[in-house]
């Protein structure tokens, strides 16, 4: 069966950076893409850009642009997505979903930007 | 960016009843990238409808979605008391992908 399994909660301090992982498994992980779609506490879904595991290529939203990196570890199944400079508005539980819709979602992970 | 709107915010309903939740677009989005997704407290959210009218994998028929261009509509025939929850539309044909606010449905 198709599963996302992305790492644990994170607390960071403002300015730092957090990488999130998230390991597929059940299906081939070159045959769709990976999007990360982020919810800040009470707040609905924000979608924050997809990669392509097949040839690395990426879409962000813009107001991210600068700050957020997605990558993927084909040997391992892994995609990544890393955010930097982190404003405690950054404060949200991230989840990886597979293909465009996302029919596969991660269980999430809630990373707290607190000094 | 194609920004959608849904509403209402918030229906109170009651076991059995229809409900009629509306997303609509900025601009036109082509049918087949209008997706529905249902989300229940502390869980992901889950595909309910893609392509504006097909349901995904395991989704009861009691959830429909229709529309087209700029107005787009999930109809849930008779709510169980497991419908009830946040509903999401999502286009992703225009980058940025974008979402609804959300329409909470509640129990009456």
């Known amino acids: 069966q198709v599963q996302l399994v992305q790492s644990g909660a994170e607390v960071k301090k403002p300015g730092a950076s957090v990488k999130v992982s998230c390991k597929v498994s059940?299906?081939?992980?070159?045959?769709?893409?990976i999007n990360w779609v982020r919810q800040a506490p009470g707040q609905g879904l924000e979608w924050m850009g997809w990669?392509?595991?097949?040839?690395?290529?990426?879409k962000y939203d813009q107001r991210l642009q600068g700050r957020v990196t997605m990558t993927t570890d084909t040997s391992t199944s892994t995609a990544y997505m890393e955010l930097r400079k982190l404003r405690s508005d950054d404060t949200a539980v991230y989840y990886c979903?597979?293909?465009?819709?996302?029919?596969?979602w991660g269980q999430g992970t809630l990373v707290t930007v607190s000094s | 960016e194609i920004v959608l709107t849904q509403s209402p915010g918030t229906l109170s309903l009651s076991p059995g009843e229809r409900a009629t939740l509306s997303c609509r677009a900025s601009?036109?989005?082509?049918?087949?990238?209008l997706a529905w997704y249902q989300q229940k407290p502390g869980q992901a959210p889950r595909l309910l409808i893609y392509g504006s009218s097909s349901r995904a994998t395991g989704i009861p028929d009691r959830f429909s979605g229709s529309g087209s261009g700029t107005d787009f509509t999930l109809t849930i025939s008779r709510l169980e008391p497991e419908d009830f929850a946040v509903y999401y539309c999502?286009?992703?044909?225009?980058?940025?992908?974008?979402f609804g606010q959300g329409t909470k449905v509640e129990i009456k």
């Open positions: 999502q286009q992703y044909g225009s980058s940025p992908w974008t």
């Open positions: 601009q036109s989005v082509p049918s087949r990238y």
């Open positions: 059940g299906y081939t992980f070159i045959s769709y893409g």
């Open positions: 979903a597979r293909g465009s819709p996302n029919d596969y």
């Open positions: 990669i392509s595991p097949y040839d690395g290529n990426t």
